[in-house]
């Protein structure tokens, strides 16, 4: 009772501050006159807002990126861009805004050279490319990335875009090349000292490497993932998954007895910490799968049967698997009333799947980031047709120069001309009468 207390008080601190803090600023904002000062602030709100969701930070957004452009702030520019692809893309699902503001956000940090900063926004737009299939154009991204995160060393965001490469190429179907990225990724995260991630992607490689065939190498990773989480203390599912995984080689390797215990053992745990975890589920029909091997079909029932009672309302595909392993067992053992019963719960789960917002989200990402990606190419299409409008403009102009120069110089020229011929109209009339006077006056002397 004194911890929920202490932990709501806590809550109540925390939430408080963070809301003395925005009022603060706002007030602040309201007396602000220099136009420095103000952006900061505006960038402060809008952050403190955006970040957690709250659309009442829009409006602050919008009036700090109209002031930051007006002042030329590149910097801030980008900062806003990438806050707002950041609160459109985990809190609105408007996949098109965030990707267009990603893009645009990346361009500017590209400019000012900002080397991080466009290896994050390269690893979100490569996420997007792997969720709707576009595996080139993701992978492109991610070695994008990997070379800024290379320069600036930064070790754990490394290890990180290996792991993103890792599920990219086992998407693919490309085990060897997964097992190398995943492989590279336990080296950084050990680097890194990130013992959680580690202990994650050593179960991802041993899981591969058991799928390739490469018993030995998958039970010293799984051997590997239990280590790192006794001696650092981390108490996950994948210390779980990787004992469970050990049962599964010695069941390969025949050992039936000592898998039974691996396997039931590491399920136990599983089910009475996580039940509703999706490894949970996977061991589940794992075991099932033993118990099957060894014919055992009612404990495997009894197993599974428990397990669907944690079904959630939307499963997913791995879940689903219990229902279809239940379906089996039953019709293996003429249960057939049972059999069907489960068999109903599964049709309605892989409908419910085929509906499922995950599923849904992937497809409405693809359209989005069509759209997204033709405002995109629209913009840069105005932006050349402007360019060009605008250096059309110069040529009209410089040729008005060209030919006005020429105007006035030819101009200049018959004035020249004329003041001369007008100057010759005058003088050579007075000429002739002085050399006629001089002429007459030789005359009278002869």
Not at 185 to 202: D, E, H, I, K, R
Not at 232 to 241: K, M, V
Request: one cysteine or more; a negative charge.
């Amino acid at each position: 009772m004194r911890r929920f207390t202490l932990g709501l008080f806590l809550c109540w601190l925390v939430s408080t501050t963070f809301a003395g803090n925005i009022d603060s600023l706002r007030i602040a904002l309201d007396y602000q006159t220099d136009d420095k000062e103000r952006l900061q602030s505006l960038y402060a709100i809008s952050y403190s807002y955006l970040t957690t969701g709250d659309t009442a930070g829009l409006s602050f957004w919008e009036d700090g990126k109209r002031l930051a452009k007006k002042m030329g702030e590149d910097q801030l520019i980008a900062n806003f861009l990438y806050l707002k692809a950041y609160f459109e893309r985990g809190f609105r699902d408007n996949h098109t805004d965030a990707y267009v503001h990603l893009t645009l956000a990346k361009e500017l940090y590209s400019d000012l050279n900002e080397i991080k900063s466009v290896a994050n926004t390269n690893l979100l737009l490569a996420e997007y490319h792997s969720n709707i299939g576009d595996y080139s154009t993701a992978e492109r991204l991610y070695r994008a990335a990997e070379i800024s995160y290379l320069e600036i060393n930064d070790i754990q965001e490394i290890g990180r875009l290996h792991e993103h490469l890792g599920f990219l190429f086992e998407k693919k179907g490309d085990f060897q090349k997964a097992i190398d990225e995943f492989t590279l990724a336990t080296v950084y995260f050990n680097t890194a000292n990130n013992y959680a991630q580690l202990s994650a992607n050593l179960n991802n490689l041993g899981d591969l490497q058991l799928q390739n065939g490469a018993i030995a190498e998958a039970r010293t990773s799984f051997l590997k993932a239990i280590e790192v989480t006794r001696l650092h203390s981390i108490t996950t599912i994948d210390q779980t998954y990787a004992h469970f995984n050990l049962g599964r080689i010695s069941s390969q390797a025949g050992d039936l007895e000592k898998a039974e215990s691996q396997l039931v053992n590491a399920y136990q745990l599983a089910f009475e910490q996580q039940p509703w975890h999706t490894e949970t589920f996977r061991m589940a029909k794992l075991l099932g799968d033993f118990y099957g091997k060894i014919e055992q079909p009612q404990r495997a029932i009894a197993l599974l049967t428990a397990q669907a009672e944690h079904m959630p309302e939307s499963p997913n595909e791995t879940q689903l698997l219990v229902y279809s392993q239940l379906v089996k067992f039953y019709s293996a053992t003429d249960q057939w009333e049972e059999a069907l019963a489960y068999s109903e719960r599964l049709n309605s789960g892989q409908i419910a799947l085929a509906t499922a917002e995950d599923q849904a989200g992937y497809a409405r990402q693809a359209s989005e980031i069509a759209l997204a990606r033709k405002i995109l190419a629209d913009r840069e299409e105005a932006a050349a047709y402007s360019a060009a409008e605008t250096r059309w403009l110069w040529v009209v102009v410089a040729t008005a120069l060209v030919l006005l120069a020429a105007f006035g110089y030819m101009y200049r020229l018959k004035e020249k001309h004329r003041k001369k011929a007008l100057a010759n109209a005058t003088h050579w009339p007075e000429l002739n009468k002085r050399f006629q006077a001089l002429e007459d006056a030789l005359n009278v002397l002869y």
